[in-house]
């Protein structure tokens, strides 16, 4: 009698087991890489790169950070952040049907061409009237790229176009970090600009 009632119990529990497993399964975020993109030890472009996921790699989503630009992913072994603006979500249901759910990446961008990047920190205001913030705020040439702004600076993310300078001219972008300790030691860097439309 005690076998037949530990029978069905085991039985009812590795259903349990197994009906959880398929609900957990059900609805799994991934991501697809849209170009290579580094994988970065924190969320933040100025963080060590551990390795680089290439383009069309699907990773699951283990974490989004609170600003919505860096996901958390494992790629050849390594766990970090990728920048989202170089990946799109794919969600793939129990069915086998995947969706794929809009992002900046697959919003228009016009490409601007290359641009010189410089750095700066320690202001308080803008040219606009609104504090500077890091991972956010550049300061441009206003005939090249309009106040109010949003952009793409590849490799770095997106940012709004909030400040000007006077030796921000033509395709310099000065973009706002910490303090200028730290954008003196980033230094000078080139990279490809898009304008969102």
Known sequence: MFQRF?????VALTTMIFTVAIAAN??????????NVNLRAKA???????TVMKKNTQRTVLKVSSNKKWIKVKVNGKTGYVNRNYVK?????SSGKSSTAKTESTTTKVKLGKFKLTFYGGDTTTASGKTPKINHTIAVDRRVIPLGSKVYI????????EDTGGAIKGNIIDIF?????????IGVKYANVYLYK
């Open 6 to 10: 530990k029978r069905i119990a085991l």
């Open 26 to 35: 059900a609805s799994a975020t991934t991501v697809k890489a849209v170009s």
């Open 44 to 50: 933040s472009t100025s963080s060590r790169v551990l």
């Open 89 to 93: 979500y794919i969600t793939t249901t």
């Open 154 to 161: 590849e490799g770095w993310g997106t940012y709004y176009a």
């Open 177 to 185: 970090v910490r303090t200028e300790r730290e954008a003196n030691r």
